[in-house]
């Protein structure tokens, strides 16, 4: 009685091998099916992915009179107090238009502030030094002296004595007309801008405290 047809044992190899065979592409198929499934879920987690940590990203929206001021200053010490900033000006003859900026609790000598880095000789033998910073107008129309950037920016001299004068004879305030005065002062005296805006910037960030100096 038969129970089942007998295979050479070339057969069944070739049989067992065809087997093997198969479960190797299938293997490869899912895997690759995976890697691929698993590749573009991280391109899209990439491109939606959104911190979930620290203050999201601020736009700045302020108006262009509101943004600070990039300038240069002519460095010749730096002090602790005003006595002593004040001292070192008086014992050196050449420093007559120099004057004491207060910034970070410190108080700084400085002879001339520029809009570029080119406006300012700094010489290592007199022991002076370019410095730049930034200042802050804005708060300086509380005080009446709205057009104090202007003024910082301006590179005419003529058209700084105009609108000091426009200024003058336009406004009632009284706290504008005092800005205006302080601008004649200072170009009565002087027609180099670069002292022009210094003085100004002493006053107003020191005095008035509405001009905010930072490094």
């Not at 065979?21 to 491109?47: C, Q, R």
């Not at 400085?110 to 200042?135: D, M, P, Q």
């Not at 104090?148 to 007309?177: F, P, R, W």
Request: aromatic letters at 8%; charged letters at 20%.
């Amino acid at each position: 009685m038969k129970f089942g047809k007998r295979y050479s044992k070339m057969t069944v190899f070739v049989a067992m091998l065809h087997g093997v065979l198969i479960g190797i592409a299938a293997v490869a198929v899912i895997g690759f099916l995976m890697v691929g499934t698993k590749g573009k879920e991280t391109a899209g987690s990439a491109t939606q992915e959104v911190p979930t940590g620290g203050p999201a990203p601020v736009e700045t929206t302020a108006p262009a009179e509101e943004q600070p001021i990039r300038m240069y200053a002519k460095q010749h010490g730096a002090f602790s107090s005003s006595e002593a900033a004040s001292a070192f000006i008086a014992e050196q003859p050449a420093l007559a238009k120099a004057a004491i900026i207060q910034a970070d609790n410190q108080f700084y000598v400085w002879s001339a502030i520029g809009l570029k880095e080119s406006e300012i000789e700094a010489s290592e033998a007199e022991g002076t030094y370019r410095k730049a910073f930034s200042v802050e107008t804005a708060a300086c129309q509380s005080v009446g002296a709205g057009q104090l950037k202007t003024i910082l920016t301006e590179t005419d001299i003529g058209k700084v004595k105009t609108l000091a004068s426009s200024e003058k004879g336009a406004k009632e305030d009284s706290q504008a007309k005092v800005f205006s005065q302080n601008i004649s002062a200072i170009t009565a005296f002087t027609e180099d801008l670069r002292i022009v805006r210094l003085h100004l910037l002493s006053h107003y960030s020191h005095t008035d405290k509405c001009a905010k100096i930072s490094f």
